[in-house]
């Protein structure tokens, strides 16, 4: 009903930048918030960043100063700017929306959706 896809990944120095997409399909109604996770090996998944709909942001602190969090609504897409890149930002990253889709002509919630996610490494 609903598709995330995660693009953008790679390998990459310490340092470096890399932009990550993701892009929400299927039968959306609305879309509130969205938001990046990432994950570790050996660790939980942790909130990277969030952009709602008035276009107000949130940053883990961990990503303050060198992430950057936007949304183009036209695409229902979200991209995270991804600056002086740290060993330590190397995880899965995924997308996660917080919004309505219409499901055999009733309303569910879409932030049970989750993408394949896209692999970030940051050699040092």
């Known amino acids: 009903q609903v598709q995330l896809v995660e693009s953008g990944g790679g390998l990459v120095q310490a340092g470096g930048s890399l932009r990550l997409s993701c892009a929400a399909s299927?039968?959306?109604?609305?879309?509130?918030?969205m938001d990046w996770y990432r994950h570790a090996p050996g660790e939980q998944r942790e909130f990277v960043a969030r952009?709602?709909?008035?276009?107000?942001?949130t940053y883990a602190d961990s990503v303050k100063g060198r992430f950057s969090i936007s949304r183009d609504n036209a695409k229902n897409t979200v991209y995270l700017q991804m600056n002086s890149l740290k060993p330590e930002d190397t995880a899965v990253y995924y997308c996660?929306?917080?919004?309505?889709?219409?499901?055999?002509?009733?309303?569910?919630?879409?932030?049970?959706?989750w993408g394949q996610g896209t692999q970030v490494t940051v050699s040092s």
């Open positions: 996660n929306v917080a919004g309505l889709y219409e499901s055999d002509g009733l309303l569910a919630i879409m932030s049970e959706y």
């Open positions: 299927g039968s959306i109604v609305s879309i509130d918030a």
């Open positions: 952009i709602k709909s008035d276009g107000s942001t």
